[in-house]
């Protein structure tokens, strides 16, 4: 069994915000894979569908950002999830626009979601999926984070989603982190 967690923050206010790149990307593989977020429990919204002999489970924390962890942790919990089915797609300034970097674990960095989920999970060995979102030039986290993806930058959050996408069919069809993470970093 999988859990493909994307980050976010709930509601329309937030919806084309650089914070919801990870919404946007597990949005994305449960449409292609014809499933609905049409279930609600564990602080969030879910939807779930049997990929290749494995039941996958795709979800939205409907916590907000900074206490992802405790959607992560109950339903991982309820279904005895591994830590190594467990995939986390977000966003993170740490990593050009455009790029992307897969993970098998390590650190939360400077993401607030992610360090809640380190938190609640009581671990970090849990695949990843970092979309880049580091801008140029000077900024404020908070505000930056918060806002909606400038037009002039569509197409490579695009791309960048698209690859993010392609990476957890990948995974989730049985390939290993390694040959994930060789194919879609950078």
Avoid at 4 to 16: A, D, I, R, S, W
Avoid at 109 to 135: A, C, S, W, Y
Avoid at 150 to 176: H, T, Y
């Amino acid at each position: 069994m999988y859990l493909v967690v994307g980050l976010g923050n709930p509601g329309v206010k937030y919806l084309k915000n650089l914070h919801n790149l990870g919404f946007m990307a597990v949005e994305l593989v449960a449409e292609k894979e014809g499933v609905e977020f049409n279930k609600k429990g564990f602080k969030g919204l879910y939807g779930e569908k049997n990929i290749n002999g494995e039941k996958v489970i795709f979800l939205k924390p409907q916590t907000f950002m900074n206490l992802s962890g405790e959607s992560v942790a109950e339903i991982s919990s309820f279904y005895k999830i591994p830590p190594e089915k467990i995939i986390v797609v977000y966003d993170d300034l740490d990593i050009p626009i455009g790029s992307l970097r897969i993970r098998a674990g390590g650190s939360a960095g400077t993401h607030n979601g992610m360090r809640n989920i380190v938190e609640k999970l009581g671990r970090q060995d849990f695949p990843r999926v970092r979309i880049g979102t580091k801008p140029e030039g000077e900024y404020n986290i908070v505000d930056y984070v918060l806002s909606d993806i400038k037009k002039d930058d569509e197409p490579r959050f695009k791309i960048s989603v698209q690859k993010a996408v392609l990476a957890i069919e990948q995974f989730i069809g049985g390939g290993k982190i390694e040959d994930v993470m060789q194919k879609y970093n950078g």
